[in-house]
């Protein structure tokens, strides 16, 4: 019956927008009128990836706010609304659904995780829904191209295990590898790409232990990782997960180099391993310049944040809020591109003759804080490719800083 009366509703607003005819709209447009758009930010607010989804939030605020305050797009005003998913993969359909059904958006804001964010790619696909991914780098996003779904500031899984395996090989010399590993989305997949990478390197996979998101105890995996005496540890998981990881393993008497998934390069990493977190290592992809910097774009953006959150979540702001930022400006110049008549089909076509894009580096939005890596879409290629670059990072006296490492 529910189902029923949304269609019966969504008829009678389709029949509603087709009578009205206004002006620069196309009609029946779900979420969007002369002077509004709504979008929907899908969104891991609770659960073990909070830590993620408060900083994606808020980032997508700052933001929303600041297109709104010089105009809007085209004239018309953001209205953000946000569903939480939990990090889950049902409750990335629920807060999809909602959206979609109940919401009434014209367009998703993708911030989930890769767990939560892969489940719904089906769903907005045959539904035909404008969905644009920030952080899910899973590869079942991006499996099956779609003309309505777009990947951004992540770096996709297969590049980024590349990476890592270098880093492994190049810099750090290792000849024996182990991994500890969550049941997110992005770290099962990613496991199945790192695998033989190892291997083709030269490097002995000694030892694969995995834990369940939201886990206290690691006790077993340390017992494990420190009888297979590996030179380095590929550890992966939501930043909360780190915290409590790296520690325990260092009180078990485990000594290998901790190498972690680009996930853990976040504060709350740091503020939940304490100084045991010194030394460990972590790339960066999501922003040209390194969070703790104290000049330059990355502080005049930092300064914005904490005018905007005086009282911001704690670990916040995070790498998440500096993607979900960036990111949002690519989304809203598609929407910029796709003119006075707003349809999903113009937005695509606006995304899709994006090519090295940042906001803040062209006219349109030149009040934005440029601190995003550049993005390129074309029709059967919407991985967000372009000049895409990996720092490694290092813990030092409590804090992230660069480490000497590679270029991807």
Known sequence: MKVFIRALLSGVLFVLGMAAGSPGLAAGVQGASPGSIDIGVQVSLTGPASSIGQGFKAGTQLAADEINAHGGINGRKIHLVFEDDAGTAAGGILAVRRLMEQDGVFAIFGGGV??????????????????????????????????????????VRADVTSYLADVMKQ?????????????????T?????????????GMDLVSEQTFQ????????????????????????????????MIPQLRRDGVTAK???????????????????ANGFYAPYEVSKDWLGETSGAMAEWKARFAKAFPHPAPGTPNSFSLAAYSDFFVFAEGIR?????????????????????????????????????????????????????MTLLIVRDGAFARAKGLQM
């Open 337 to 389: 591109r796709a003119g006075s008549e707003v349809t999903p089909d113009r937005v695509i076509a606006g995304l899709d003759s994006l090519r090295n894009f940042v906001g803040g580096k062209t006219a349109a939005w030149s009040y934005a804080v440029p601190i995003g890596t550049p993005r390129t879409f074309k029709k059967g290629d919407h991985k967000g490719s372009g000049e895409r670059d």
């Open 114 to 155: 890769s767990t939560s964010t892969a489940s719904v790619i089906p769903l907005v696909q045959q539904s035909q829904f404008l969905y644009y991914d920030s952080l899910a780098s899973d590869p079942r996003v991006l499996e099956h191209y779609s003309p309505y779904v777009f990947s951004g500031a992540t770096v």
């Open 171 to 187: 810099d750090f010399k290792a000849k024996r590898v182990a991994t500890l590993t969550s049941d997110e989305g992005y770290c």
């Open 258 to 276: 901790f190498l972690g998934d680009p996930a853990l390069a976040d504060p709350v990493t740091i503020e939940g391993a304490g100084k045991v």
């Open 189 to 201: 997949s990613g496991m199945t790409l790192l695998k033989p990478k190892i291997v083709a390197r």
């Open 213 to 244: 998101s939201g886990d206290i105890d690691f006790s077993a995996q340390g017992a494990a990782l420190k009888a297979a005496k590996p030179d380095v540890i590929y550890l992966c998981g939501v930043p909360a997960d780190g915290g409590r």
